[in-house]
């Protein structure tokens, strides 16, 4: 009798796993490799998918019904949903359309930056000085040489100052020159809109702005340092003494490039990465040589997207959903870049460009993404967690919406299909 009982039970397992089994829609689900039968096993074997907590079925499900949304009618989607947890893809709709991704630009410049400078590089601006100081007078040059960073402020520009006060300079006879060889000449993004409010690309910034020698010799001459002639621009020779340098580090810049989507901050960044090889007037495309390396490392061919700048500013960007997801899950499978990109993503309902959006229960405090708006376009892209505890990658590349409050409302209710359980 005990073992007909056993018999029964198992046969009511089986059947009910075959039940739910049937209920799925794997078209829908996209394996790692090319063996279909052993990427669906691993998504619906996995330990952590039981009683209670929901399938993939649901998410696919509820994105199924968006797809339906009338938005779609007239606009462009490219999506992808990647299960980090099972290492498998979710759901996909238009993820190989190239399309232009807004400030979601942002993250690859991000993670080309911290995957070739490391969490720890420094941004630098430095003084240095030729000549003899005799009498409290420099008799030779002050050079200013530009690192290209944002966050340099007028503490940094006293303490500039100050260090020429320390040598007991109270005159200086001779040139101040500004050392800008860092970077090429090109004052813009290649593609940014000509009537756009733009920043101005020099290595030499003060408060964000492009009066750095100005700004110096105004100070000086507020300290009571006489200077007798007027700034110019060259390069700091060899054998120069430096007299300061200040710092601000990458995780630093990085926090307000992505939580604010600051557009400078995301081309000085891309600059670092220029440089970083050591050659002097570095370009965007130096830059971008590095990036360029990095899709081909996540396994995508670089000649089937375009980069032109590192805020996304640029209308002659074009990246794909696969793409933006396949960095993203590059980075999560390597800590110490994951450790740098997480904590300075947007956090919905709590800060950056995401405070005010999805502060429902399931997303609000979950849902990390940076966002990106330009005319037409709308797109996000970041983490999440599943009800089942799964985390979740995604990109939603919304092109052609003619209101950019449609384009996020869209991804908004996709954030929630994928937490809500």
């Not at 965007?284 to 390396?293: C, F, I, S, T, V």
Request: hydrophobic fraction near 40%; charged fraction near 20%; charge should be neutral.
């Amino acid at each position: 009798m005990k073992k007909i009982l056993i018999i029964c039970y198992i046969w009511c397992l089986a059947a009910g796993l075959q039940a739910q089994t049937e209920s799925l829609d794997f078209s829908l689900l996209k394996p790692v490799t090319t063996e279909t039968t052993d990427s669906l096993v691993e998504v619906t074997s996995d330990d952590s998918l039981t009683v209670g907590l929901p399938w993939p079925e649901n998410i696919v499900t509820r994105l199924d019904k968006l797809m339906k949304e009338p938005l779609l009618k007239k606009s462009q989607l490219g999506l992808q949903v990647w299960d980090l947890t099972a290492d498998s893809a979710l759901y996909c709709h238009g993820e190989q359309q190239t399309m232009r991704p807004a400030s979601v630009m942002k993250l690859v410049t991000a993670i080309t930056a911290i995957d070739k400078l490391g969490g720890g590089y420094q941004f630098r601006t430095s003084l240095y000085y030729t000549g003899r100081i005799e009498n409290h007078t420099l008799n030779g040059d002050l050079y200013c040489v530009g690192g290209m960073d944002p966050r340099f402020n007028n503490d940094d520009m006293l303490a500039f100052v100050e260090s020429i006060r320390r040598q007991g300079v109270d005159t200086i006879r001779g040139r101040l020159v500004a050392d800008t060889s860092m970077k090429d000449e090109t004052r813009h993004g290649e593609g940014w809109c000509w009537d756009d409010d733009n920043w101005t690309l020099t290595p030499l910034l003060i408060s964000k702005k492009a009066e750095f020698m100005t700004c110096f010799l105004s100070e000086l001459r507020d300290a009571g340092i006489y200077v007798d002639a007027p700034f110019t621009e060259g390069t700091v020779p060899n054998g120069a003494v430096i007299l300061c340098s200040r710092f601000h580090s990458l995780d630093q810049v990085l926090m307000k490039m992505l939580k604010e989507s600051d557009n400078l901050y995301a081309e000085s960044v891309l600059y670092q990465v220029a440089a970083s090889g050591g050659q002097k007037r570095a370009s965007a495309k130096h830059g971008h040589q590095w990036g360029r390396k990095l899709v081909s490392r996540i396994g995508l061919n670089p000649g089937e997207y375009k980069f032109a700048d590192g805020s996304g500013l640029s209308l002659y960007n074009y990246v794909s959903a696969e793409l933006i997801v396949g960095l993203l899950r590059f980075a999560y499978r390597n800590q110490n870049i994951f450790a740098q990109l997480y904590p300075a993503l947007p956090i919905a309902g709590i800060d950056g460009t995401l405070e005010k959006r999805m502060k429902g229960s399931y997303t609000q405090g979950n849902v990390r993404a940076k966002t990106g708006t330009l005319t037409g376009i709308s797109s996000l892209a970041g983490y999440c967690t599943a009800a089942n505890g799964h985390q979740l990658a995604f990109c939603i590349i919304n092109q052609g919406v003619m209101r950019n409050a449609s384009g996020k409302a869209f991804q908004d209710k996709v954030c929630r299909a994928l937490c809500e359980p």
